[in-house]
């Protein structure tokens, strides 16, 4: 596993963090366990080990680091053997909510283990792991296990409860439960009898005092967080209430009529009102800038076509090549289908802009572009149809 593989001093150093951090649960709980909020432990762990935080993607990594992706979870430690949520499938209901609990099962399977994989090629991954930090009274614990994909041909063992709540069920690797009001699944996560870390926790009985003391020494001056400017991109078109992936433009651009095409040509469409709205947010039309994929690489882009309505790169094959090829993982002259971006979960990419010539794209589960929208006031069905079923130059 990943820990046991760190320098000393790295790990030395993430369980002062871990310490210092738990010390400090009576700001938040009265609880006698250490209490640790997810996002924290994120950020501890990728201070400590300078991983990167792939915590604002809504991705099955929370970190990476080299071709290791990272689910963090924390939760009380119980009796060691505690169900943990893995994954939600809110906007996928109508996929599986009449089916059979056999085939509901195989469904959600099949949904998580492509999410898994999606991640993987998002972030350019060879291995997920999950790294578990529980809180028991006095200590904390870490310790590191396998997030292998759902054994589908051995699932067995597939039980509904009595008031159908929730749907039980193994495969060769671990146990899992599904719940159907919440449409969340969880896995049954065993601590090893050994573990990586074992950290004694002592709880300060006033942190406020400790937190006022270190301001007072230290004369800290808080300055606010910076977020960056960003823009939601739906990756997709609305017609009549439907979602679709249009046949001969956007994401299927390469599928249009007219002139011969590379098989990679696509755009991803920039609806009208993001400019307006968002004036100046994007260089000028084809003036180029370096857009930042999740995994770090890079190429050049560019918003082009008339009232700069597509975000495309330069060459034009090369988004295509990332996002049908390597992320969608479709065969070329596949068209691409809004079951598809379902199946994956991501519907929508989110633009951050650095710079004037420096942009990062990452992707965002299904429905951030339409929450996006209605929260910058732009709720115009006619307005996100930003693809037409045309030959666009």
């Known amino acids: 596993m990943f820990l046991e593989r760190q320098s000393q001093s790295q ?15 009576n700001l938040f709980s009265e ?26 993607s809504d991705a099955s990594a929370d970190a990476s680091k080299g071709k290791i992706g990272f689910g963090i979870k924390t939760f009380l430690e119980g009796n060691g053997r505690t169900m943990q949520k893995v994954a939600e499938f809110n906007s996928d209901h109508l996929m599986f909510g009449t089916l059979p609990p056999e085939e ?31 809180r028991k009274v006095g200590k904390i614990i870490v310790y590191e296990t396998p997030a292998p994909l759902i054994d589908i041909n051995s699932i067995r063992d597939v039980k509904v409860t009595a008031r159908g709540a929730t749907i039980q069920f193994s495969d060769s690797n671990a146990e899992y439960s599904f719940n159907n009001s919440k449409s969340t699944l969880y896995k049954r996560f065993i601590t090893p009898d050994r573990v990586l870390l074992d950290v004694p926790v002592r709880i300060l009985t006033d942190p406020f005092s400790a937190v006022e003391k270190l301001i007072s020494e230290a004369g800290l001056i808080f300055a606010p967080v ?14 009549g209430g439907v979602k679709r992936v249009p046949e001969k433009s956007g994401l299927n651009q390469w599928n249009a009529a007219g002139r011969p095409r590379d098989p990679n040509e696509i755009y991803i469409p920039i609806p009208v009102w993001i400019h307006r709205k968002f004036d100046g947010f994007f260089p000028p039309r084809d003036g180029a800038f370096e857009l930042t994929l999740p995994d770090g690489t890079t190429m050049s882009a560019k918003v082009c076509q008339d009232n700069s309505k597509a975000l495309m790169s330069n060459p034009n094959s090369a988004l295509g090549k ?6 969608l993982n479709l065969k070329e002259k596949e068209l691409l289908s809004y079951d598809k971006l379902q199946t994956i979960g991501l519907d929508t990419v989110v633009i951050y802009k650095v710079d004037n010539e420096h942009f990062d794209i990452d992707f965002t589960r299904v429905g951030s572009y339409e929450k996006f929208e209605i929260e910058n006031g732009e709720n115009n069905e006619s307005e996100t149809d930003t693809t037409q079923d045309q030959d666009d130059e």
Not at 35 to 50: D, I, V
């Open 226 to 239: 910076k977020v960056l400017p960003h823009v939601f991109l739906p990756l997709y078109s609305m017609r």
């Open 322 to 327: 990332w996002l049908l090829r390597d992320v």
């Open 11 to 25: 790990v030395g150093y993430y369980e002062r963090l871990l310490k210092a951090v738990g010390s400090l649960s």
């Open 31 to 56: 609880s006698p366990e250490p209490y640790l909020a997810s996002r924290a432990t994120e950020n501890l762990f990728c201070k400590a080990f300078e991983a990167q935080n792939l915590s604002r």
């Open 104 to 134: 509901k099962v195989r469904k959600i399977a099949e949904l998580r283990n492509e999410r898994i994989l999606t991640t993987k090629r998002i972030f350019g991954l060879d291995d997920l792991i999950y790294h578990c930090i529980t």
